[in-house]
C-alpha cells in the first residue's frame, strides 16, 4: 500500500476504536496489535473537519488572538488555546503542535502546564479528564519574513485560484473587506509578487489581502496516550497516538457562480469561535504587517506660523520625533527634499522645480531653496535659482534637498522619548515692477529693475507653495512582550531552538523608514498703501491736460480719476502720505522696523534714463524718514499696528525734454525690517545646543529668523503724471487780514505760457458743485461775474475783484473758476482751492 493509503488504514482503525465501546483490556490490545503492525512508532490519526468546534470529533479546538487584530512581523504575539475531550476516558496529553500559515508552532511544556481543569502529567504532559475542556496561552514567534507566511488562496467553494472546476469563478472580482481584522485598510502586495506581469495570477490574487497578512490556526497536531490503557500497561509500555485535525472549507456545488474572497475579510469568520468563548478572546486570526515606523512627527513651526513663511529672510521649520511607546530607535537618520510650485489665479499650477531640478524661469520665479548656516560666508552668495543669500548663509546641498543622510542630535532613542531636526528654507523678496515712460525721443521705454537689492522679476499674482518631504530611517528593535500565564507546577524549561528564540536584540532590528511631508505658502511681509495729502494743500491746475481736470468731466467721474494717479505740475511740491501695515495674509507675528527711508533718486540708474526728477524736501541727508531708537513703541508693524509717514517731493521735468509732460512714480520708499523672533522650546534647545555634534551656531529660535543685517523691502509710490502747464497762475488777496469795512481786492494773475493765443473763461459761483450755498453772509463782492479774455503767446493778463466785510470771523468769499477755452481744461477750480478770510474788528 501507499503511504497515503496506509494514512487513511490507519485513521479509519483508530476512529473505530475509540467510536467502539470497548473495555480497557481489548483496547490496549487492539492498540498495541496495530502499533506492533505499523512499525511500533506513534500511530497517526489524521481528521478532517468544516467546524474546528464539532463535538463529534475526538477533541475540539479554538485559537484565538486576546487584545490585538494585528501584529509586526518579528513580533512575539500571545494566542489563547482552547481544547476540549470529547472523549469517554482521561488522555494523558503529552504535546501539543498548532498547525499555522506560518508552519507549525510547537507549544512549550511550560505553558501546557499553566492549563486550567488539567492535572499535571508525567515528563512535563497533564492529564485531561473525559468531556473537559482546557484553556492555556502561549507565545507565538511570528516569522520576521513576511513571504515565510502562507497564503490562502482559496475560495469560496474550497478550490485555489487557477484551478476553478468548471469556470464557476468571477475573474473580474474586486477585493472586499467587512471585517474588523482587515481596518487598517492598506493592500499587502510584496515587492516580489508585485515585480511580475499584470497577468500573473500570484499578483492579481494577493490583491484581496487588505490590511496585511493573516495568520490563523486551521489545524492541530495532538500526541496523547489514553490514562486507563496506561494503568494497565505502565507508561513506558503505552502506544502514543498522534492526532492531526485540519479545517476544510465546505464544497459548493459547481454550478453556482462565486466570487472569490478571503474568508477572514468578514466578521462571521474572523471572530467566529465555540458558543462558550467570550469576544474579548480575540478574533482567531491576526493580520501580520511588515515592520512599520512608531515614531510620530510633529511640526513645532506649524503651530506659530499656520505653515507660512516670510519672504526675504530665512524661515526654519522645526520639528520633533517621538519614538513609539514599544520601539527602540537605533542609527537614526533624515534625508530633505523640496519642491515648489506657483499657484495662479486662473487656477492652473506651475511647477518650478522636480527631482531636484528647476523646471521654470529662474530669473522670475525666485524659486525657493534649503539653506544652512555659513559663518565664513561674510557676504551675500550668488545662486543659479537668480538671486543671491543673506550673508552667513549657503544652500544646503543642491538648494532642493540633501542626497546624503544626516544625523539628527540624538540618533538613539528608547520609547516614548523625543529628539528634534530643524531644516531653513529661503525665498527672495519680490523686485519692484518696471515702469512705463515716453523718453525724449518720444519713444517708449521701461525701467530695469535695478532698484531692489534682493530677488528677480515680480511674477504678477502668484502664490508661491513650497512642498517639503523629510524621510527618517532608523534601525527598529522591539522589545519581546512578557509572557501572562499561570504559576506553573514546574520551572520553567530553557527554549530550544525550535521555538524561534532570537539569538540576541540584534536579531529583532529591522530597518525602517517614515516619511513626512508638510509645506508652506511664501507671503510677503509687508505692504503699503499711498495717497496723496489733502487736495486743498495743492497748486492750481493751471490749464494740466491730464483727463481728470477736463471741464466736461462730471465730479465723480473727476474723483475717480484722481484716484487713478495723481497729477502735478512741473516744479510743484507735493506731501505724500504712506502707511506701512503688515501683509494681510502673512504670518501673525510681528516685524520691526530699523528704518524708513527714501531712496534718492540720483543714485539710482533710473535717473539716467527717466523724463523726470524727484527731490525730497523733508527728512534727513541721507533720505532717512524714520528711525526708531530701541525703546520705541512704534517701532513694530503687526495685526492692528501700522506705521505712517508723509513725505514732500518737488517733481521737475528734465531739461531737454522734448515731451510736455511725463509719467512716473512719486519716489521709491524703503523699509529695513527683521521678523519679531520666535524661541524655540527649552527642552529643544538642550536636545539640539548641547548633543554631541552641536550646530555650528547656536540654535535658539524657529519660524521667520532675524538675521545679521535687516532685510529691505522697497514700495513704488503712487502713480504721477507730471506736465508743463500751459499757463501760470496766481492768486492774492490784500490785505490778507481785513478790518471790518475795509476793502478787499482778489487779484487773479494769468501768464499764458505757450505759443499760442488762448481764450479763457471767468466765472463767478456762490454755490458749489454739489449746489451748496458757499459764501458766507456779511460779504459784498464785486468785479467779473462771467466774462472771457484774450491772451497772445507769453502774455500775462491780472483780473481784480473787490470785496467788504461787515462781519467779523471767518467768512467764505465765492468761487472763481478760470478755464481755457482751447484745452477744456480748468485753470482755477473753484470747488478745489475756495477762498477764505478772517476778518478782524
Known amino acids: 500500500t501507499t503511504e497515503v493509503q496506509m494514512k487513511t488504514i490507519t485513521s479509519m482503525i483508530l476512529d473505530s476504536y475509540f467510536n467502539a465501546q470497548m473495555s480497557s483490556r481489548n483496547l490496549r490490545r487492539a492498540l498495541a496489535s496495530f502499533s506492533s503492525a505499523s512499525g511500533g512508532e506513534a500511530m497517526k490519526w489524521n481528521r478532517e473537519c468544516i467546524d474546528e468546534s464539532d463535538s463529534a470529533l475526538p477533541f475540539s479546538f479554538s485559537v484565538t488572538f486576546p487584545g490585538i487584530t494585528h501584529a509586526t512581523a518579528g513580533d512575539t504575539v500571545t494566542a489563547c488555546v482552547w481544547i476540549r475531550s470529547n472523549l469517554d476516558y482521561a488522555v494523558h496529553m503529552n504535546s501539543v503542535t498548532l498547525l499555522s500559515f506560518a508552519g507549525k508552532i510547537v507549544v512549550p511544556p511550560n505553558s501546557l502546564l499553566s492549563a486550567t481543569n488539567a492535572n499535571e502529567g508525567q515528563g512535563g504532559g497533564i492529564i485531561i479528564q473525559a468531556k473537559t475542556s482546557i484553556l492555556f496561552s502561549t507565545q507565538i514567534d511570528v516569522p520576521k519574513d513576511i513571504e515565510k507566511i502562507a497564503t490562502d488562496e482559496s475560495g469560496n467553494g474550497g478550490e485555489k485560484q ?6 464557476s469563478f468571477s475573474k473580474s472580482a474586486r477585493p472586499r473587506s467587512a471585517g474588523i481584522t482587515s481596518a487598517a485598510g492598506a493592500r499587502l502586495l510584496s515587492e516580489k509578487r508585485f515585480a511580475k506581469g499584470p497577468n500573473e495570477q500570484n ?5 484581496r489581502y487588505l490590511g496585511g497578512k493573516p495568520l490563523r490556526c486551521d489545524g492541530i497536531c495532538l500526541v ?19 492526532l492531526t485535525i485540519e479545517k476544510k472549507k465546505k464544497k459548493t456545488a459547481a454550478n453556482i457562480k462565486r466570487t472569490p474572497f478571503e474568508e477572514d475579510n468578514y466578521v462571521a469568520s474572523a471572530w467566529s469561535r465555540p458558543a462558550n468563548l467570550p469576544l474579548t478572546r480575540g478574533p482567531r486570526c491576526l493580520r501580520i504587517l511588515g515592520p512599520q515606523s512608531q515614531m510620530i512627527v510633529t511640526n513645532l513651526t506649524k503651530e506659530i506660523t499656520d505653515e507660512k513663511a516670510v519672504e526675504g529672510t530665512v524661515n526654519r521649520i522645526l520639528l520633533k520625533l517621538r519614538a513609539g511607546p514599544t520601539e527602540l530607535c537605533e542609527d537614526i537618520k533624515f534625508r530633505l527634499s523640496c519642491s515648489s510650485m506657483l499657484l495662479c489665479s486662473d487656477g492652473t499650477t506651475k511647477h518650478l522645480t522636480t527631482e531636484e531640478k528647476t523646471i521654470a524661469d529662474i530669473g522670475s520665479a525666485r524659486v525657493p531653496a534649503l539653506v544652512s548656516q555659513d559663518p565664513r560666508a561674510k557676504e551675500a552668495a550668488r545662486t543659479d535659482f537668480g538671486y543671491s543669500l543673506p550673508a552667513g548663509w549657503k544652500l544646503l546641498g543642491s538648494g532642493l534637498g540633501t542626497h546624503d543622510e544626516v544625523a539628527p542630535p540624538s540618533t538613539s532613542l528608547k520609547g516614548g522619548e523625543e529628539t528634534y531636526i530643524y531644516f531653513d528654507i529661503y525665498r527672495a523678496q519680490r523686485k519692484l515692477p518696471p515702469i512705463d515712460f515716453i523718453d525724449e525721443l518720444g519713444s517708449k521705454r521701461s525701467t530695469d529693475n535695478t532698484f531692489s537689492t534682493l530677488g528677480t522679476v515680480v511674477d504678477g499674482n502668484e502664490i508661491c507653495r513650497t512642498d517639503f518631504d523629510v524621510t527618517v530611517t532608523y534601525r527598529q528593535a522591539r522589545p519581546k512582550a512578557q509572557q501572562r500565564t499561570r504559576r506553573r507546577r514546574k520551572p520553567i524549561q530553557a527554549a530550544t531552538p525550535s521555538e524561534n528564540t532570537p539569538s540576541s536584540e540584534e536579531d529583532l532590528a529591522d530597518v525602517v523608514f517614515l516619511e513626512y511631508s508638510g509645506s508652506v505658502m511664501w507671503t510677503s511681509p509687508l505692504s503699503a498703501e499711498f495717497e496723496p495729502v489733502n487736495r486743498v494743500q495743492k497748486a492750481h491746475p493751471s490749464g494740466t491736460r491730464h483727463p481728470s481736470n477736463s471741464t466736461d468731466l462730471s465730479a465723480s467721474v473727476r474723483e ?26 502673512s504670518t501673525e507675528g510681528d516685524f520691526e522696523v530699523k528704518r524708513i527711508w527714501f531712496q534718492d533718486w540720483r543714485d539710482s540708474r533710473e535717473a539716467k ?36 509717514i508723509v513725505y514732500n517731493l518737488e517733481t521737475r521735468i528734465r531739461q531737454g525734454f522734448r515731451s510736455g509732460n511725463a509719467e512716473t512714480n512719486l519716489g521709491i520708499v524703503c523699509v529695513d525690517w527683521s521678523p519679531t523672533a520666535t524661541s524655540i522650546p527649552p527642552e529643544a534647545s538642550d536636545a539640539i545646543n548641547n548633543s554631541v555634534n552641536p550646530p555650528i551656531a547656536r540654535v535658539k529660535f524657529h519660524g521667520p529668523l532675524s538675521l545679521s543685517a535687516p532685510s529691505v523691502m522697497k514700495f513704488r509710490g503712487p502713480h504721477c503724471y507730471i506736465e508743463t502747464a500751459p499757463f501760470s497762475t496766481k492768486v492774492q488777496i490784500s490785505p490778507p487780514s481785513p478790518k471790518i469795512g475795509t476793502p478787499i481786492e482778489i487779484s487773479i494773475s494769468i501768464s499764458n505760457n505757450t505759443g499760442a493765443n488762448q481764450t479763457i473763461a471767468l466765472s463767478v459761483s456762490e454755490k458749489d458743485e454739489d449746489g451748496k450755498d458757499h459764501v458766507s453772509d456779511g460779504v459784498l463782492f464785486s468785479g467779473m461775474m462771467n466774462g472771457e479774455v484774450r491772451l497772445s503767446p507769453r502774455e500775462s493778463a491780472k483780473v481784480v ?5 461787515w462781519k ?21 477750480k473753484g470747488d478745489d482751492s475756495p477762498l477764505d478770510i478772517f476778518v478782524t474788528p
Open 203 to 207: 499578483a492579481q490574487w494577493s490583491l
Open 560 to 585: 475717480k480719476k484722481e484716484n487713478e494717479e495723481v497729477d502735478v505740475i512741473d516744479g510743484e511740491r507735493i506731501s505724500t502720505r504712506c502707511i506701512i501695515k503688515p501683509n494681510e495674509h
Open 224 to 242: 496523547f496516550y489514553p490514562v486507563k490503557v496506561e494503568k494497565g500497561a505502565g507508561p513506558s509500555n503505552a502506544n502514543l497516538i498522534e
Open 808 to 828: 467779523v470771523g471767518r467768512l467764505s468769499l465765492p468761487l472763481i473758476s478760470v478755464s481755457s477755452l482751447r484745452y477744456k481744461t480748468w485753470i482755477v
Open 609 to 644: 534714463t527717466s523724463p523726470c526728477e524727484l527731490l525730497l524736501v523733508n527728512g534727513s541727508s541721507n533720505g532717512t524718514l524714520f528711525e526708531p531708537s530701541s525703546d520705541e513703541p512704534a517701532r513694530t508693524i503687526g495685526k492692528g499696528k501700522n506705521i505712517g
Open 801 to 805: 475783484y473787490t470785496a467788504v466785510a
Open 162 to 167: 487557477g484551478t476553478p472546476g468548471k469556470g
